[in-house]
């Protein structure tokens, strides 16, 4: 795996033209201080900037160019957890860098050439850190590709078609990280809840107080929780094709379109997919008030 504190890359194809996939974007798009996260940004010319939060502005983002061949377009660029934070980092360094060379070159008194060089030892310490960082939280961004290639209409993997509207089970009811959604409650609010779904964030269906199915995002991928009455019968979702040992974790990730999957089957009362097993959680026995 290559290391990537500044993002990785991603390309979309759309089939419409760039100005009419520059007006679907602008559309749909939050405003740059809307209180919810979700998509979020600025296109200028050929070039768009999106992030994902109005108060974390060292949040997820991502860069990338809008290139229209006459018969389709094109984004491509790179996203990340935290682009312009490590920029601002790297420009810092190499600022310092060269004040210490500017100070040197000029006779500066040595003074003032040991506090900038002390400046530079300590961000070549904190380096490793935060480029590790930047490097392992960067699928963080993925909340923001997924909007994009809705937008787009790009039908390859791994974003497929808005699932068909499809009745839901009587009483349901969606929250999201804790807000209730408003109703009638249908499949196209519960699949842009889940587009739209960041790190550290989740969405909860429930048919009662006891008997709900909640999701949670973290780094791209999910994960599913059922509960089936009262607290001894909790369950996670553990992918039935993987029997990780090393990795343990990776046997409860799920994909988008494996989410969404779940979500749905569970919201119409459909039977659950193949892929999924549920393993039994040890739940702490509920308190007496």
């Given at each position: 795996m290559p290391f990537q504190p500044f993002g990785y890359k991603f390309e979309i194809l759309s089939p419409a033209s760039r100005g009419a996939l520059k007006s679907k974007i602008r559309a749909r798009k939050k405003r740059w201080f809307h209180p919810k996260t979700g998509a979020r940004g600025w296109i200028l010319g050929p070039f768009i900037c999106l992030w994902f939060s109005a108060f974390d502005r060292y949040g997820p983002m991502l860069v990338g160019t809008l290139v229209d061949d006459g018969l389709a377009c094109r984004i491509k660029g790179r996203a990340g957890s935290d682009l312009n934070g490590v920029a601002m980092f790297v420009a810092m360094l190499l600022l310092l860098i060269w004040l210490i060379y500017m100070s040197t070159s000029e006779g500066d008194p040595a003074t003032g050439r040991l506090v900038l060089m002390v400046a530079i030892f300590v961000l070549l310490l904190l380096s490793p850190l935060i480029l590790w960082l930047a490097h392992s939280d960067r699928k963080d961004a993925e909340p923001l590709i997924r909007f994009l290639r809705d937008v787009a209409g790009e039908r390859a993997a791994p974003l497929r078609a808005r699932p068909a509207q499809m009745p839901l089970l009587e009483n349901l009811a969606l929250r999201v990280s804790g807000e209730l959604a408003p109703l009638p409650l249908n499949t196209d609010a519960i699949y842009d809840a889940l587009l739209e779904t960041g790190t550290n964030e989740f969405i909860v269906l429930e048919r009662s107080a006891e008997k709900y199915l909640q999701t949670a995002s973290r780094g791209g991928k999910f994960t599913i929780e059922m509960r089936d009455g009262d607290y001894l019968h909790h369950y996670q979702a553990r992918r039935a094709d993987r029997t990780q040992t090393k990795r343990r974790k990776l046997n409860f990730d799920f994909s988008f379109e494996e989410t969404l999957d779940v979500v749905l089957a569970y919201a119409t009362g459909n039977?659950?997919?193949?892929?999924?097993?549920?393993?039994?959680?040890?739940?702490?026995?509920?308190?007496?008030a």
């Open positions: 039977e659950m997919p193949n892929l999924i097993a549920w393993e039994k959680m040890d739940m702490p026995a509920p308190t007496a």
